[in-house]
């Protein structure tokens, strides 16, 4: 029926969302991080999942993401951490969603939007305590009065992110850490809700930067990095919730010398048998497993030889007995996992999780 297809188990997902639960405890908030069409897991569904779970927050990166699971009916609150932009702004009261603002500056036009709308708008701040990306660097002075000069705007949250956390050979989530709730302190501010930490500083415990909510992403779809260093003991356990499969289109014998794909950068020593499969760099299997990665052909480990092509991508099959046009092959599943493909890819888990292109289909299992 497909060429191409993920298997997704909400059951890991709301699986993985109450074990992070459970590891941070009641005193602290659990925002799952749904962006990217939840790192490529199909955002609505999860999203329903995780609401049914227990979830009272969701976390996406734009505008559109969040006004497209308000319009699937999603009720959590909905933090957008990196949209707010002049065109986005209307979008936060017609949607009900919560903006992270950058800079001070956005806090005076957030503060002028809901004063005009006659419409009250909550917002959390978010600080650059060092990873040099968004966030603002303003001082304790200049942040509570920007904050206290809201009547219509309310101040609701404290945020910041991590440069290094999967680091424990570097002091940079530590000289964060501190340089975050030093300002926090100096502002006297006390919002509902202060958080910094995503997979990596919940999974091994880093519990003075959790302050009480929690962002995780990557955990939620059953990948947690090693970390680098002297790293604690893993506290979290999780289960991805991926499978991605694809079909076979071809199945063939080749003789000794004959040579397989684009420029032949793979030729056959001896005679074997290859598939071709019904899946490429186009779905976003990626083009850098060329004569490197491995897929599971009947629970059996099989190479990808030559080139990744842009719709298929040709394996040996040698020794697999009756493979036939049409038959399953998992690509990622398993002991196959993304961070097992983001090795031999040279990339990241993260990037060969979003990666996969929407000309996949997905399919929603228990
Ligand atoms: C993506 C993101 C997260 C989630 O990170 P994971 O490593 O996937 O847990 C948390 N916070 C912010 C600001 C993010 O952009």
Not at 31 to 52: F, I, T
């Amino acid at each position: 029926m497909h060429r191409s297809w993920l298997e997704v188990s909400l059951g890991s997902i709301a699986g993985n969302f109450r074990a992070v639960r459970a590891v941070v405890g009641q005193e602290v908030a659990v925002m799952p991080v749904v962006k990217a069409d939840a790192y490529r897991h199909g955002a609505v569904a999860v999203a329903r999942s995780l609401e049914r779970a227990g979830a009272r927050w969701l976390a996406v990166s734009n505008v559109q993401e969040g006004a497209a699971l308000r319009d699937a009916g999603i009720q959590t609150r909905i933090l957008v951490m990196a949209d707010f932009l002049p065109g986005s702004r209307e979008a936060f009261f017609d949607y009900r969603l919560t903006p992270a603002l950058h800079d001070l500056g956005e806090i005076g036009e957030l503060e002028r939007l809901a004063t005009r709308r006659g419409q009250a708008v909550a917002f959390h701040l978010k600080i650059d305590s060092g990873m040099g990306r968004l966030g603002t660097r303003s001082e304790a002075a200049a942040v509570a009065e920007a904050v206290g000069g809201c009547q219509t705007a309310q101040f609701e949250g404290l945020m910041t992110h991590f440069a290094s956390s999967s680091d424990y050979g570097s002091s940079q989530t530590d000289e964060q850490t501190r340089y975050f709730f030093d300002l926090l302190t100096a502002t006297g501010l006390r919002p509902a809700y202060v958080h910094l930490s995503s997979t990596i500083p919940i999974a091994y415990g880093r519990r003075e930067a959790w302050g009480n909510m929690v962002r995780p992403g990557h955990a939620i779809y059953g990948y947690i990095s090693p970390a680098k260093g002297p790293a604690p003991d893993r506290e979290l356990d999780v289960t991805p919730a991926l499978t991605w499969k694809t079909c076979v289109l071809e199945v063939k014998d080749i003789p000794a010398g004959a040579a397989v794909g684009y420029g032949a950068i793979y030729r056959a020593t001896k005679p074997i048998r290859i598939a071709v499969l019904a899946a490429g760099y186009a779905d976003g299997y990626p083009h850098r497993l060329s004569n490197k990665g491995k897929v599971l052909v009947q629970g059996r480990v099989c190479p990808v030889i030559g080139a990744v092509s842009m719709d298929v991508t040709t394996i040996d099959v040698t020794g697999i007995a009756g493979l036939k046009p049409g038959d399953p092959v998992t690509l990622l599943g398993g002991e196959i996992d993304a961070q097992q493909i983001a090795r031999t890819a040279g990339t990241i888990s993260y990037a060969v999780l979003c990666g996969i292109s929407s000309r996949v289909a997905r399919m929603f299992v228990d």
